[in-house]
T-cell receptor, first 116, second 111 residues
């Protein structure tokens, strides 16, 4: 397995536009997480799925954000009506396979969002 | 919410020197994780710790799970230029929940 992949790696958009990011987890992992990271900070949890079920959303996930994992494999994170404060690195992670438990989360390379 | 405090925030060391950094929490953690992040990339898992007092190595890296379960330590021996990056500690506040991260220790290695 090649690990967690994310697409696109970079996205520049104008304020008010909608953007969608994709994450493909490690294939044997049933948990998938989205985190956001701003400069000088560690990643902050946004939401996570176990298979196709969205189990938890943080207070950071405003109603402009929506995430899906329709078939329990890849996931998408959509941000509607983007604001400049949404500029950040969006990280996806997965866990929960034969190797390691749920806590050992493996991250993708991230999508860097810049809102102008 | 839960916060993990990492120190130092940054450090500059000479190549070949040993490095120590730590992470503390105001509450008990049952798992401690250490990640390294290079610029523009996602964090890479280095070491996972599951038992108080546990000492685990990964090459030149050694991490310890503090006996109070409120802290963890990471040591790097004989640093090399590719050790440059940001080191994060992380853990689940309870059970198998999403991770909380510290703010990181930025390591610079001078050749």
């Amino acid at each position: 397995d090649t690990g967690v992949s994310q697409d696109p790696r970079h996205k520049i958009t104008k304020r008010g536009q909608n953007v969608t990011f994709r994450c493909d987890p490690i294939s044997e992992h049933n948990r998938l997480y989205w985190y956001r990271q701003t400069l000088g900070q560690g990643p902050e949890f946004l939401t996570y799925f176990q298979n196709e079920a969205q189990l938890e959303k943080s207070r950071l996930l405003s109603d402009r954000f929506s995430a899906e994992r329709p078939k329990g494999s890849f996931s998408t994170l959509e941000i509607q009506r983007t604001e400049q404060g949404d500029s950040a690195m969006y990280l996806c992670a997965s866990s929960g396979g034969r190797t390691g438990g749920y806590n050992e989360q493996f991250f993708g390379p991230g999508t860097r969002l810049t809102v102008l | 919410g839960q916060q993990l405090n990492q120190s130092p925030q940054s450090m500059f060391i000479q190549e070949g020197e040993d490095v120590s950094m730590n992470c503390t929490s105001s509450s008990i953690f049952n798992t401690w994780l250490w990640y390294k992040q290079d610029p523009g990339e996602g964090p890479v898992l280095l070491i996972a710790l599951y038992k108080a007092g546990e000492l685990t190595s990964n090459g030149r890296l050694t991490a310890q799970f503090g006996i109070t379960r409120k802290d963890s330590f990471l040591n790097i021996s004989a640093s090399i230029p590719s050790d440059v990056g940001i080191y994060f500690c992380a853990g689940p506040p309870s059970g198998n929940t999403p991770l909380v991260f510290g703010k990181g220790t930025r390591l610079s290695v001078i050749a």
